[in-house]
C-alpha cells in the first residue's frame, strides 16, 4: 500500500494515489529494505518542481511501470524541502559519479542505504540519448540479480566518498584566513557587465555571491563591488524573472536575459530579494528597488500566508497542467482588460518578451527605464491586470512551513518595515514569529516543517539559526528585548543537539533516528549554508546581548568552518562572508528616551555587518554605556566604540557608505 497520505509534505501527498507502494524516508523504510533484501529506489522532488509532475504523471501513475517498481524495489519518496540532509547526501552522491544534479533526483540505493547508481528525470520511453525509466528499472534489477558484489564494493567507495565531502573532520583555522576580498574579486570576474547576474544561462539570484560582493564592497568602500549587486537586481526587477503585476521573484529564467522565468516561486528567493532591495534602495535612492521591496512583501503576505501566520513554501510553476500559463499574456489580451488607450500607456513603461525558442505566450518585462521614468502611475493598470488575472486557475500552493525559510521572511519584513517606516509589516513579523514559537514541542525543541496541526520533529541547525537571525531582527526592529531571551534559547538547543563538541555543528540533529551520514551542512544553496547561518546568527546575537561567551561560540564556529572550506571555496561562499563578519563585528547602541532622530538615522542606513540596540533607560544598555548622555549613538568595531555622536548629521556621515 502507498503510504503518503499522512505526511505532512503537500509533494508527498500528491503521491500518495500512485499505485506505486511509496514510502517515506524512515527507519521503518531502511528497515523494510533490509528484511526483505532489496535494493532502495529513492525518489527525491519538492512540490514546485515542474519535472518532478512530468515524471510523476509518466512514470509514477503508469501502472505497468509500478508493478515493476514494486516488485524489485523498497521506494521511497522524499520532499527536499523537508529532507535537506537526505537530498544532500544523495545529490553529492550522484554528482561523485559525473552525472550533473537535479531534481527529481533518482537514486539506487543498497538495503544499507549506500548509494550505486542514480540520475534525474528518466522519460517513459527513450529519447534524446536518456533511457527510458521502464529500462532503467529492468537493468538494475539485473545488475542486483547478477552483479551484487560489485555494486555493493562500489556502493561502500561512493558512501565513504560522500561521508568525507560532506562531514569531514574538524580543522580550525584562523578567522583572519577567509579570503572573503579574494572571493569577492573573482565572483566580480563571473558578473555580466551588461546583464547582471553570473554570465550565462540559466540565470539564477544567487544570494551567497551578491552577499559576498555587498560585505566585501561596504568593508573596502568599493563602489564597483556595491554597483555589480545593484546593477544584477535592477536587471532582475526589470526582466520576466519578477512578477511585474503581482510581485515577487521566480527561482531562475531560462535565458541570460532575465526574460523568461522557470515559473515557480519560493520563499526564500523572495525573502532574500528584500533584504538586497532594502540595501540597494538605501544606498541609490532607486524607486525600483522600493517597489520591489512592497510588491514581494505584498505578494508573500496575500499568496504565502497561512492560518496561524506563518508562510507557505512556494507556489507551482504549472496552472492547468502548463508551466507559466497563470502569468503570461498576449497583447490582444492585455488590451481587452485595459482598452486600447489604457494598453497603450501601459507599453511605454512594459513590453511583452518572448526570446527565440520560447513556444509559451510573452511574458510581461520593464522597459529599460528606472521606475521614476515611468510617464504614468500604471497602479490601477496593474490593478485591473491583477483582477483578470485571479480569474485563470492558480499554480498549487505547498502549504508547509518551513521554519529556516520563515526565519529569512521574517527577518526580512522586520527589516522592511523598520527601514519603510512600515509598522504593519513589523507586526506581521511578529505574528509569523509567534506562530513559530508556538510549533516548539513541550521541551522547547523546534520542528523543521509544519502544516496544520502536524510537526515534523527535529528541526535542523539551519531552523535555529534563521529563527535567531530572525529574532535579533525583531529586537531591532521593536526594542523588544524578549526577542533576544527566545534568541538565546535557540542558541542553547544548537549547542546541545547540533554541536560537534570542538566548535562546530552538524546539520542534523544528534538524536534524528534516520539519517545515513550526519553531515555539516557546509555547502551553499539559493540560501547561505547551515555553517554559514549559524556563524553569522551567533556573531549578531552576540552584538545585540554584548555577550562574550556567544561570541566565542561563533569564532570558535567560524574557525572550524573555514578549516574545512579552504578546498571549496566557490560552494562556500556563506561561510566566507559571515566569518568575514565574524573577524569585525559591528554595533551601534543608541540612548534615546523616544524613537528619535538618532534611531531614524539608523534605521535608515542599514547594514548588514551591524547590529542597532536602542535603549530607553540604563537598564537596557551593555556595560559601559551612560544614558545620562542621551541622546546619544556609540559606533563599535568588536570591543572598541567610537566615541558618542549627538548630532543626527554627524551619524548620518558615520553610516553611510562613502
Not at 527529481?104 to 527513450?126: I, N, Q, R, S, V
Not at 489580451?333 to 494598453?343: F, M, S, Y
Not at 513589523?426 to 513559530?436: D, L, V
Request: charge should be negative; glycine fraction near 6%; charged fraction near 20%.
Amino acid at each position: 500500500m502507498n503510504l503518503l497520505a499522512n505526511e505532512t509534505s503537500p509533494y508527498l501527498r500528491q503521491h500518495a494515489d500512485n499505485p506505486v507502494h511509496w514510502r517515506p524516508w524512515s527507519s521503518a523504510a531502511l528497515g523494510a529494505a533490509r528484511e526483505q533484501d532489496k535494493p532502495i529506489l529513492l525518489s527525491i522532488g519538492y512540490a514546485a518542481c515542474h519535472w518532478c509532475h512530468v515524471m510523476a504523471h509518466e512514470s509514477f501513475e503508469d501502472q505497468e511501470t509500478a508493478e515493476l517498481m514494486n516488485s524489485w524495489f523498497i521506494s521511497i519518496k522524499v520532499d527536499r524541502e523537508e529532507r535537506p540532509d537526505i537530498d544532500q547526501i544523495y545529490m553529492a552522491a550522484l554528482n561523485a559519479t559525473g552525472e550533473q544534479g537535479g531534481w527529481p533526483l533518482t537514486m539506487f540505493l543498497t538495503p544499507e542505504a549506500k548509494p550505486f547508481w542514480g540520475g534525474t528525470y528518466f522519460p517513459p520511453k527513450a529519447a534524446h540519448g536518456r533511457p527510458s525509466f521502464r529500462d532503467v528499472l529492468r537493468a538494475i534489477n539485473d545488475a542486483w540479480r547478477d552483479q551484487r558484489p560489485q555494486l555493493l564494493s562500489g556502493a561502500q567507495t561512493l558512501s565513504d566518498h560522500v561521508t568525507t565531502r560532506l562531514a569531514p573532520k574538524a580543522e580550525s583555522a584562523a578567522v583572519s584566513n577567509a579570503p572573503l576580498t579574494a572571493l569577492a574579486t573573482e565572483i566580480s570576474k563571473l558578473i555580466d557587465p551588461e546583464l547582471g547576474g553570473l554570465r550565462g544561462a540559466p540565470k539564477f539570484p544567487n544570494v551567497p555571491f551578491m552577499s559576498a560582493l555587498w560585505i566585501d564592497g561596504r568593508s573596502r568602500n568599493d563602489a564597483d563591488r556595491l554597483e555589480q549587486v545593484t546593477q544584477s537586481l535592477r536587471k532582475m526587477l526589470h526582466g520576466g524573472i519578477y512578477d511585474q503585476l503581482g510581485g515577487g521573484l521566480c527561482r531562475y529564467s531560462v535565458d541570460a536575459q532575465w526574460l523568461i522565468p522557470h515559473f515557480e516561486k519560493m520563499l526564500y528567493d523572495n525573502a532574500q530579494l528584500v533584504s538586497l532591495c532594502v540595501l540597494a534602495q538605501a544606498r541609490t535612492g532607486d524607486r525600483i528597488f522600493a517597489d520591489a521591496a512592497f510588491g514581494t512583501l505584498d505578494w508573500i503576505n496575500r499568496e504565502l500566508s497561512v492560518d496561524g501566520g506563518g508562510f507557505a513554501s512556494s507556489l507551482d510553476a504549472d496552472s492547468d497542467g502548463e508551466e507559466g500559463k497563470f502569468y503570461t499574456w498576449t497583447e490582444s489580451e492585455i488590451a481587452e482588460v485595459l482598452g486600447p488607450g489604457a494598453a497603450r500607456t501601459f507599453f511605454q513603461t512594459y513590453q511583452l518578451a518572448a526570446p527565440v525558442h520560447w513556444e509559451g505566450n510573452p511574458v510581461i518585462v520593464r522597459r529599460n527605464r528606472t521606475a521614476s521614468e515611468s510617464s504614468a502611475d500604471e497602479s490601477p493598470m496593474i490593478g485591473k491586470l491583477l483582477e483578470a488575472r485571479k480569474a485563470r486557475i492558480r499554480p498549487a500552493r505547498d502549504d508547509k512551513v518551513l521554519l529556516d525559510w520563515n526565519g529569512l521572511a521574517i527577518r526580512a519584513f522586520a527589516e522592511a518595515g523598520r527601514y519603510f517606516k512600515r509598522a504593519d509589516w513589523i507586526e506581521r513579523a511578529a505574528r509569523a514569529f509567534r506562530f513559530i514559537t508556538e510549533s516548539e514541542s513541550s521541551d522547547g525543541r523546534l520542528p523543521h516543517s509544519s502544516l496544520g496541526d502536524r510537526r515534523l520533529y527535529p528541526a535542523f541547525s539551519s531552523d535555529y539559526a534563521a529563527m535567531i537571525n530572525a529574532a535579533v531582527a525583531m529586537f531591532e526592529a521593536t526594542s523588544d528585548r524578549s526577542y533576544l531571551t527566545k534568541a538565546r534559547q535557540y542558541a542553547d538547543q544548537l549547542n546541545t543537539w547540533y554541536s560537534d563538541g570542538q566548535g562546530g555543528h552538524y546539520l542534523t540533529a544528534s538524536d534524528s533516528p534516520d539519517t545515513p551520514i550526519r553531515i555539516r551542512g557546509d555547502s551553499d544553496d539559493p540560501v547561505p549554508s547551515a555553517t554559514a547561518q549559524i556563524i553569522d546568527a551567533l556573531t549578531r546575537l552576540s552584538s545585540a546581548t554584548s555577550d562574550l561567551e556567544i561570541y566565542r561560540a561563533a569564532t570558535d564556529a567560524a574557525e572550524q568552518a573555514i578549516g574545512r572550506a579552504h578546498n571549496q571555496i566557490y560552494g562556500q561562499a556563506g561561510i566566507y562572508t559571515a566569518t568575514a563578519l565574524a573577524q569585525e563585528p559591528s554595533k551601534l547602541v543608541i540612548a534615546e528616551n523616544v524613537a528619535g532622530q538618532l534611531a531614524a538615522i539608523a534605521a535608515a542606513n542599514p547594514d548588514p555587518r551591524r547590529v542597532d540596540v536602542i535603549a530607553t533607560g540604563q537598564d537596557q544598555l551593555p556595560d559601559g554605556f551612560d544614558f545620562g548622555q542621551a541622546p546619544a549613538a556609540w559606533l563599535c568595531a568588536g570591543a572598541i566604540c567610537l566615541a558618542p555622536v549627538k548630532d543626527p548629521q554627524a551619524l548620518e556621515t558615520l553610516l553611510r557608505p562613502h
